[in-house]
């Protein structure tokens, strides 16, 4: 069994190598492994869930370049985190919360100085021409849930993940009630956006 050493690598899936019982061996199983320090473990659970984290990041941020950077940071966190992992709740919601933590954070972290900054609206600006530069094919929600509150989008975002109101709320923090009003609240804002698109 191999150790963590210092600050570990960053790996995309065509890094990561082979995992001896990676077929017969759950998220779960994989995380708690990796707990106790085992580097395959580690490697075989990210490769698993890189992409599907990754996407996670994605809609969070409604920027690629935002989330590559956001997944590896989470990505080179998780070692440390993983120590705290107790195998109560599934990985996937486990990383959720994780992914939905450290979004929060950047968020907070660049309001802050979008706030300290005096050219505050050549930022905005370029923000905007990123934006822009966003590759034709992004789903016109995506662009959509960016006028919603991060409230209702983050989850708006982990239910089209798939999560149950239940495993949402958990995440979040809130009753499970909560995240129905959400959910409905941020599809009627949605509605409401596209029919105005159309009337223009």
């Not at 085992?38 to 996407?55: I, K, P, Q, T, V």
């Not at 809609?59 to 070692?79: S, W, Y």
């Not at 923000?127 to 992004?138: G, K, T």
Request: hydrophobic letters at 45%; one cysteine or more.
């Amino acid at each position: 069994m191999k150790n963590f050493a210092g600050r570990p690598k960053i790996l995309c899936p065509a890094d990561v190598i082979s995992y001896d019982m990676r077929m017969n061996v759950t998220d779960e199983d994989l995380a708690l492994a990796a707990a106790g320090g085992d580097a395959a473990a580690f490697e075989a659970l990210l490769s698993r869930n890189y992409d599907r984290l990754f996407g996670l990041c994605f809609r969070l941020t409604g920027n690629r370049a935002e989330a590559e950077d956001l997944t590896q940071d989470i990505c080179a966190a998780l070692p440390s985190k993983l120590a705290g992992f107790r195998g109560e709740a599934r990985v996937t919601t486990w990383l959720y919360r994780v992914a939905l933590n450290a979004a929060v954070d950047r968020r907070r972290k660049a309001s802050r100085y979008a706030r300290a900054m005096e050219g505050w609206g050549d930022w905005e600006l370029g923000r905007q021409s990123a934006i822009a530069e966003e590759q034709q094919d992004v789903a016109w929600l995506h662009a959509a849930m960016r006028h919603l509150s991060d409230t209702l989008r983050d989850t708006l975002v982990l239910v089209l993940e798939g999560l149950s109101h239940a495993e949402a709320a958990d995440i979040l923090g809130v009753p499970e009630g909560t995240v129905g009003w959400r959910v409905a609240e941020a599809r009627k804002r949605l509605r409401e956006l596209k029919e105005k698109e159309e009337v223009q």
